[in-house]
């Protein structure tokens, strides 16, 4: 449940400030950058929601839990090498706001594709349970297209 700070109701506000926040998110971040999967996930509340718009037409990516969002990351990583760093960060009554400079790389072909894009991410204490991307979605589809990604279903709880 949201409360009217923008806070899920076991989130408190005391238990994470700014810093602490960004540290959070850096972490996931550095994790993804180095390959680190579980690095990843220890960075996120058990059911997590992730939640990536879509291109015109699809419905977006929403994801629950931690054990769904191993099932799709590591495809991912396994089929493209990638790094992300924070551009801008933001935080205020549990919730965060930043952009992001990300760079992918298909291991087979060499293929590569760099960018930004926002991300909302709402804490409960000091993990990660709701996080939502906003890329360019088509241009981020047609990048896997191109490396002939797996498919990455559209929704999975």
């Keep these: 449940m949201v409360e009217e700070n923008g806070c899920l109701s076991d989130c408190s506000d005391r238990d994470l400030n700014y810093e602490t926040a960004k540290a959070v998110l850096n972490e996931a971040h550095r994790a993804w950058s180095v390959g ?18 879509s291109v015109e037409g699809e419905q977006p990516l929403a994801i629950r839990g931690r054990d769904a969002m191993r099932a799709y990351l590591i495809p991912i990583a396994e089929k493209a090498s990638g790094v992300a760093v924070l551009e801008s960060f933001e935080f205020h009554a549990g919730i965060a706001r930043s952009r992001v400079r990300y760079f992918l790389q298909d291991r087979e072909t060499g293929e590569t594709m760099s960018g930004t894009y926002r991300q909302v991410v709402v804490f409960r204490k000091t993990l990660i349970s709701r996080m939502e991307q906003y890329h360019d979605a088509a241009r981020l589809a047609a990048f896997f297209r191109l490396i002939d990604a797996p498919d990455v279903p559209t929704e999975t709880k």
């Excluded at 680190?36 to 718009?53: C, H, P």
């Design 36 to 53: 680190d999967i579980e690095g990843v996930l220890r960075t996120y509340a058990e059911d997590i929601l992730f939640q990536r718009n």
